[in-house]
């Protein structure tokens, strides 16, 4: 970094500018606006002038097309949500809750990565002693893992350039600290120049880095957004910590698709992948209990079932409850309004509860169908029967609307042993006759006539 740079504060409300931290900006007069900023002087106009002189746009044709280099992990659920491997050259930004598993996956990886390229692996929160206890735990012997234990970017950077390695893990970036900002580190101003500094190294060697970034009691990456959008890929690991399984979900990726999600189950070895995650989600279903349905939904590719549970029971409050585990609060006020002004069945004097089985997350609206069957078996006591799935999207009429990729969605209930299958009857229509044969297809228009053809 250059000695000539400097520190100013901005305000983020106004962009005022001044060498000197203030709590409230002396333009607009906002409270704790300043944020501090590291900045290099232009340099000679002349070298400037001459640059742009040569600058020159090339077509399409001009530019050569490069396939893509990838290094495989070792993990199949892992290299599935980067898209098929670690890319050369990209900068991967892994978060989590503290205790989730980042640094275990990460250096569970580096026994395969470890085999063939040297890693190097960058820790600012843990000794060396500390590491190699976790790594004898996980069974991590590879010759080809070297351990850095420092917090100065600048010297981490100059370290890679001169030593080289095939791969770079750093854990974490909220620990990291440049030396000519005054802001202590895992500040805005820290992460984001460090980040900076990593992903240009990165490009410029041509390696991959890992970051490792916390979050905040709101479930966001530590730090300024814009550290999500300098970076190549994020991933996200999703799960409670009282439960044995976790999910990692891709937010972005340059490289890959941002819809793909994998299942892992924590063990005293480490994580472990679940290659069957649906199998996973509805181990355990009660058997002849009422208020539970299996919903399927895509994540990326992958079609996973899920159990879903309702209850419903008379509210001891003026104002009844509503309790969501795993779904939208505001879809199910709004499945609820449905189910009474459409349907009929009314809630408004009874506590309603959604939870959906194994930490899962239910974004997609093809879980309405599923929601709503399941609050409305829980309602009149009335059991679904055990071999039925459902799904299918709700509107604001009552009717049951056509889902995607539902042929997909069949077959994976008919693998998983399920012999009822209730849809849109926009989609029945279409359904080849080979899954007819195979298993039970019927097909909706209104809530009502799903509950109707499913209920024991």
């Given at each position: 970094?250059?000695?000539?740079?400097?520190?100013?504060?901005?305000?983020?409300?106004?962009?005022?500018?001044?060498a000197?931290?203030?709590?409230?900006?002396?333009?607009c007069?906002?409270?704790?606006?300043?944020?501090?900023?590291?900045?290099t002087?232009?340099?000679?106009?002349?070298?400037?002038?001459?640059?742009?002189?040569?600058?020159?746009?090339?077509?399409?044709?001009?530019?050569?097309?490069?396939?893509?280099?990838?290094?495989?992990?070792?993990?199949?659920?892992l290299?599935?949500?980067?898209?098929?491997?670690?890319?050369?050259?990209?900068?991967?930004?892994?978060?989590?809750?503290?205790?989730?598993?980042?640094s275990?996956?990460?250096?569970?990886?580096?026994?395969?990565?470890?085999?063939?390229?040297?890693?190097?692996?960058?820790?600012?929160?843990?000794?060396?002693?500390?590491?190699?206890?976790?790594?004898?735990?996980?069974?991590?012997?590879?010759?080809?893992?070297?351990?850095?234990?420092?917090?100065?970017?600048?010297v981490?950077c100059?370290?890679?350039?001169?030593e080289?390695?095939?791969?770079?893990?750093?854990?974490?970036?909220?620990?990291?600290?440049?030396?000519?900002?005054?802001?202590?580190p895992?500040?805005?101003?820290?992460?984001?120049?460090?980040t900076?500094?990593?992903?240009?190294?990165a490009?410029?060697?041509?390696?991959?880095?890992?970051?490792?970034?916390?979050?905040?009691?709101?479930?966001?990456?530590?730090?300024?957004?814009?550290?999500?959008?300098?970076?190549?890929t994020?991933?996200y690991?999703?799960?409670?910590?009282?439960?044995?399984?976790?999910?990692?979900?891709?937010?972005?990726?340059?490289?890959?698709?941002?819809?793909e999600?994998?299942?892992?189950?924590?063990?005293?070895?480490?994580?472990?992948e679940?290659?069957?995650?649906?199998?996973?989600?509805?181990?355990?279903?009660?058997?002849?209990?009422?208020?539970?349905?299996?919903?399927c939904?895509?994540?990326?590719?992958?079609?996973?079932?899920?159990?879903?549970?309702?209850?419903?029971?008379?509210?001891?409050?003026?104002?009844p409850?509503?309790?969501?585990?795993?779904?939208?609060?505001?879809r199910?006020s709004?499945?609820?309004?449905?189910?009474?002004?459409?349907?009929?069945?009314?809630?408004n004097t009874?506590?309603?509860?959604?939870?959906?089985?194994?930490?899962?997350?239910?974004?997609?609206?093809?879980?309405?169908?599923?929601?709503?069957?399941?609050?409305?078996?829980?309602?009149?006591?009335?059991?679904?029967?055990e071999?039925?799935?459902?799904?299918?999207?709700?509107?604001?009429?009552?009717?049951v609307?056509?889902?995607?990729?539902?042929?997909?969605?069949?077959?994976?209930?008919i693998?998983l042993?399920?012999?009822?299958?209730?849809?849109?009857?926009?989609?029945?229509?279409?359904?080849?006759?080979?899954?007819?044969?195979?298993?039970?297809?019927?097909?909706?228009?209104?809530?009502?006539k799903?509950?109707?053809?499913?209920?024991?």
């Amino acid at each position: 970094m250059s000695p000539k740079s400097k520190t100013v504060y901005v305000c983020t409300n106004c962009g005022y500018e001044t060498a000197k931290w203030f709590g409230q900006c002396p333009s607009c007069y906002e409270w704790n606006t300043m944020q501090e900023e590291l900045r290099t002087p232009a340099s000679n106009k002349s070298s400037a002038a001459k640059s742009s002189v040569n600058t020159r746009a090339l077509t399409l044709k001009e530019i050569v097309h490069i396939t893509e280099h990838r290094y495989h992990t070792g993990i199949g659920e892992l290299d599935l949500v980067l898209g098929g491997g670690l890319v050369k050259g990209s900068v991967v930004l892994l978060s989590g809750d503290p205790g989730i598993g980042k640094s275990t996956i990460l250096l569970q990886i580096c026994q395969t990565l470890g085999k063939n390229l040297k890693v190097l692996y960058i820790s600012g929160e843990e000794s060396a002693h500390q590491i190699k206890l976790r790594a004898d735990r996980l069974g991590v012997t590879t010759d080809n893992l070297t351990v850095l234990c420092e917090t100065d970017t600048q010297v981490l950077c100059e370290y890679i350039r001169a030593e080289k390695p095939d791969t770079v893990i750093v854990d974490s970036i909220q620990t990291m600290n440049i030396q000519e900002l005054q802001s202590s580190p895992g500040s805005i101003t820290q992460v984001r120049e460090s980040t900076n500094l990593f992903v240009r190294t990165a490009k410029n060697l041509d390696i991959p880095i890992i970051i490792v970034g916390h979050v905040n009691k709101d479930g966001n990456i530590a730090g300024p957004k814009v550290l999500e959008h300098i970076v190549d890929t994020v991933l996200y690991f999703e799960g409670e910590r009282n439960l044995s399984y976790r999910i990692l979900r891709t937010e972005k990726n340059r490289f890959g698709s941002t819809n793909e999600i994998g299942v892992f189950e924590m063990t005293d070895r480490g994580l472990r992948e679940v290659k069957n995650p649906s199998q996973m989600m509805i181990a355990g279903r009660p058997k002849n209990t009422s208020g539970t349905c299996i919903a399927c939904v895509m994540e990326g590719s992958r079609p996973i079932l899920a159990e879903v549970q309702g209850l419903v029971t008379p509210t001891g409050f003026g104002n009844p409850r509503r309790m969501t585990t795993g779904f939208d609060f505001g879809r199910l006020s709004m499945l609820l309004a449905v189910l009474e002004k459409r349907c009929g069945y009314f809630f408004n004097t009874m506590d309603c509860y959604v939870n959906v089985v194994g930490g899962m997350k239910l974004d997609e609206p093809a879980s309405d169908l599923t929601v709503a069957m399941a609050l409305v078996s829980s309602l009149k006591d009335t059991v679904v029967k055990e071999d039925v799935i459902a799904f299918g999207e709700i509107g604001l009429a009552g009717e049951v609307r056509g889902v995607n990729a539902c042929e997909q969605r069949i077959k994976e209930a008919i693998r998983l042993g399920f012999h009822k299958c209730v849809i849109p009857i926009h989609n029945a229509r279409t359904i080849p006759q080979e899954l007819k044969e195979a298993v039970e297809i019927v097909g909706v228009r209104t809530i009502r006539k799903a509950f109707e053809a499913v209920s024991v």
